[in-house]
């Protein structure tokens, strides 16, 4: 009889330990030893899609989109920073599993590196100072000084303007600085950053021009054969019809999202 009743105790002792250890395991989500992890390139210069906060923090509308991508594709992040001209070079090498940093989907890129589906609109635009009147359109850049991103669209579309006479810089706000400074007299690149940081009094006495130049989509950026491509796409897919992504769109940038094409 004693014998019998230890071994109940014990039965009792162990069954309350396993419900300890699985109790603990959904507390602490990150301690799954299961989870991925995936080495994701950003260039955090790019506001407000990835910025690093002055504690190294990063933030932006790429991060929050990355970081709910793996939640529910069932993987961890580790981001990296990179400056964007190394960026398809670094994936080639297969340095890095992935790269989110407002990368344009271009049909040159498609020929070394693979993209996800769709993830947000966007297009390039014109840059001036305040003060000037005179570049209204694509034809009134013919002949002028014109400041755009190393490696970026918009290095590649100042190449299509006659005569233009194209300085290179590593960062946004390099090539703002050298607007301001009056050494160029335009800057073409994304809208959308150059728009917000106006807008966000972050870029003052510069306004951007009329119409977009161009329609373009970024996408997440991996090496040709991933074996995480999949995932992140339905992740993306997911996120799009759960309304997270609507709600980290409107997080950035206060109106709803555009339709995305699924390819
Ligand atoms: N969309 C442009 C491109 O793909 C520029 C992106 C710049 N991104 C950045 N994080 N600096 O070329």
Redesign the pocket.
């Known amino acids: 009889m004693k014998l019998i009743n230890l071994k109940w105790h014990q039965l009792i002792l162990s069954l309350g330990c396993l419900l300890l250890i699985i109790a603990c395991k959904n507390f602490y989500p990150t301690t799954n030893p299961d989870a991925k992890l995936l080495k994701v390139a950003?260039?955090p210069?790019?506001i407000p899609?990835?910025i690093q906060r002055a504690s190294g923090n990063l933030e932006g509308f790429d991060i929050d989109l990355m970081n709910a991508i793996a939640k529910v594709a069932g993987f961890a992040v580790q981001f990296e920073s990179l400056p964007?001209d190394g960026m398809i070079s670094t994936l080639q090498a297969k340095r890095v599993d992935a790269a989110i940093?407002?990368?344009?989907i271009t049909a040159e890129r498609l020929k070394t590196i693979a993209f996800s589906r769709p993830y947000f609109k966007?297009g390039l635009a014109i840059a001036v100072r305040e003060d000037n009147q005179n570049i209204k359109d694509f034809n009134s850049l013919k002949g002028k000084k014109i400041a755009v991103?190393i490696?970026?669209?918009?290095a590649d579309f100042a190449k299509t303007i006659p005569n233009a006479k194209i300085s290179t810089f590593n960062?946004?706000p390099e090539f703002f600085q050298d607007l301001l400074n009056g050494n160029v007299d335009a800057v073409v690149s994304?809208a959308f950053a150059t728009l917000y940081a106006i807008k966000n009094g972050k870029l003052q006495g510069i306004r951007v021009v009329a119409d977009l130049l161009t329609e373009?989509y970024?996408g997440i950026a991996t090496p040709k054969d991933s074996s995480h491509l999949d995932a992140i796409n339905k992740g993306i897919a997911t996120l799009l019809s759960n309304g997270t992504y609507k709600q980290i769109y409107q997080k950035w940038f206060n109106v709803d999202p555009p339709q995305l094409p699924d390819s």
């Open positions: 950003t260039d210069t790019f899609f990835e964007f940093s407002g990368i344009t966007a991103q490696g970026s669209t918009g960062s946004g994304d373009e970024y």
